[in-house]
């Protein structure tokens, strides 16, 4: 990672490489600021530039050894320490264990990553994980060995506010007095939730929320988006680019599901057999999590039309082009079906996290969406 891959943080990029120009790297800092502002880009960056043999006054070169093996994340002296739990296959977590997956992240990712994409990738989704006891002894013994081959040993220890209260002791006086050359990057999101005796002991570098103009840029360089998505969610990201990132898939995915579920409604609501044969044999393809995906939004965009049924539109958020069709399709959602929507769309929900057969359940479905559609509330009295 070099400082010109990394997103806007003029003013940290430059405090930083100011210490490197000033011989004044202070052994262990504290990166703190929110997720999705490039705290552990930059670090990687930071301590790419500081062992580039061959580095300027603005960027590592990027082609030395040292910066190879770098980007690879793959330098000897470039130790990470991380969140982990115990999984199937791993019974004694610690970080080493898991550095396969943590590199294929941040590579996939371009080092932006957040907690809970990094918990998924290790299959630990409904676990805490936390920076445990073993790795602070491996910490220790890491850095108690001579550096291979760098200038500087680095040792990059990501949600440290996740360090095991009762191991964190164990750093403390190495933190303090570490062996020379040795570089410490703690990151955190969270002041509160860092150690007062950790932070007292580290250089606090501040990273602000990144400006809209600068995600809006950033999500024009990396993903395919068009300016006006890029600028609807960049007013909702609240400065953080895997924030705006994630909303821009859920956009997507939107789009994506309402051209499913439109199609869907209208073949159900002419019961047309073929059109409902061909869906079915579609959405079999689209893999589970689209299936739950279109299923929570096929719920969501029928109790909207509810809400237009009932006069309650102040309810009711959706784009444009789902108005349209929510409010066309609201006469035939009322009192007589919405329960029987919202029971069997769940039902296929619970059935599909389950792995049933996904073509012989939106088959069913579908045919008792033909039915449903069909009933009429009881007329006022
Ligand atoms: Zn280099």
Request: proline share 3%; charged share 25%; with cysteine.
């Amino acid at each position: 990672m070099q400082f010109k891959d990394i997103i806007g943080q003029e003013e940290v990029k430059a405090r930083l490489k100011h210490t490197v120009h000033e011989n004044r790297v202070s052994h262990a800092q504290l990166f703190l600021g929110e997720a999705g502002v490039g705290k552990l880009a930059m670090a990687i960056a930071y301590a790419q530039y500081i062992n580039c043999s061959d580095r300027t006054l603005e960027d590592s070169c990027g082609v030395c050894p040292s910066c190879l093996k770098y980007q690879k994340l793959v330098h000897p002296d470039l130790h990470f320490v991380m969140p982990v739990a115990s999984t199937k296959d791993v019974k004694k977590p610690t970080s080493a264990e898991f550095i396969e997956p943590w590199r294929n992240l941040l590579e996939r990712q371009k080092q932006y990553i957040n907690l809970n994409e990094w918990y998924e990738e290790i299959g630990i989704e409904n676990k805490q994980g936390i920076i445990n006891k073993d790795d602070c002894n491996n910490i220790i013994k890491t850095l108690g060995y001579k550096s291979y081959e760098a200038e500087y040993k680095v040792m990059i220890i990501w949600m440290a506010e996740k360090l095991y209260h009762a191991a964190a002791p164990k750093i403390l006086k190495i933190l303090e007095e570490p062996p020379e050359k040795t570089l410490f990057i703690l990151i955190s999101e969270s002041r509160e939730q860092i150690l007062n005796t950790i932070y007292s002991r580290t250089q606090l570098v501040k990273f602000p929320r990144l400006k809209d103009a600068q995600i809006v840029q950033a999500l024009s360089d990396n993903t395919d988006c068009t300016t006006e998505s890029a600028q609807r969610v960049v007013n909702i990201a609240e400065g953080s680019y895997k924030q705006a990132v994630r909303l821009l898939n859920e956009t997507e995915l939107d789009a994506l599901n309402f051209s499913f579920f439109s199609k869907w409604m209208r073949a159900c609501y002419q019961n047309n057999l073929q059109e409902l044969v061909a869906f079915t044999a579609e959405v079999s393809k689209i893999g589970r999590e689209r299936q739950k995906s279109l299923l929570s939004y096929s719920l969501r965009t029928i109790r909207n039309s509810f809400l237009i049924n009932i006069d309650q539109n102040a309810m009711v958020k959706l784009e444009a082009d789902e108005r349209t069709f929510a409010t066309k399709f609201s006469p035939f959602i009322n009192q007589a079906n919405i329960h029987l929507f919202t029971e069997q769309i769940n039902q296929a929900l619970y059935h599909i996290e389950r792995n049933a057969n996904p073509s012989i359940l939106f088959m069913d479905l579908s045919l008792q969406v033909v039915q449903f559609l069909k009933l009429k509330p009881a007329a006022v009295q």
